[in-house]
């Protein structure tokens, strides 16, 4: 009868030996430089890491399908569905530099002046 005993590893060599799976992403912003209206598209081409064109592309697709009303996702129209979603992640994406949204900002001023 043999007995195998296994050597512990130490934390370095785990770690070294093992790949990195994920990618850790800076949070969302929107940048003060390189936009073309208020830098949603460059915001999210930033954090997801791809061209900034194709961000821009499908906002353009998703207006004019929007206005043409012949799309539908699951039974409900998208009515204008890249105008609407752009100006959401205007409010809700904040800006470079900035800790809050300007939806936060506008929230957290309305509650102070509500006491």
Same mark, same amino acid.
């Given at each position: 009868?043999?007995?195998? *005993?296994?050597?512990?590893? $130490?934390? @370095?060599?785990?770690? &070294? @030996?093992?790949? *990195?799976? $994920? /990618? @850790?992403?800076?949070? %969302?912003?929107?940048? !003060?430089? #390189?936009?073309?209206?208020? =830098?949603? &598209? &460059?915001?999210? $081409? ?5 061209? !900034?064109? %194709? ?5 353009? !697709?998703?207006?004019? !399908? #929007?206005? *043409?009303?012949?799309?539908?996702? =699951? =039974? ?5 569905? #890249? ?13 470079? =530099? $900035?800790?809050?949204? %300007? &939806? ?7 509650? %102070?002046?509500? /006491?």
């Amino acid at each position: 009868m043999s007995s195998f *005993t296994e050597e512990p590893q $130490s934390d @370095s060599e785990t770690t &070294a @030996s093992e790949p *990195t799976t $994920s /990618r @850790s992403r800076r949070p %969302i912003r929107r940048p !003060v430089k #390189g936009r073309m209206l208020a =830098g949603v &598209a &460059a915001g999210i $081409s930033q954090h997801f890491d791809i061209d !900034v064109t %194709i961000v821009r592309v499908v906002f353009a !697709v998703l207006t004019i !399908v #929007g206005f *043409t009303g012949i799309a539908y996702l =699951g =039974g409900m129209p998208l009515y204008l569905g #890249g105008i609407p979603l752009y100006l959401a992640c205007w409010l809700l994406i904040p800006e470079e =530099g $900035s800790e809050h949204s %300007i &939806a936060a900002t506008f929230l957290r001023n309305r509650q %102070i002046r509500s /006491r």
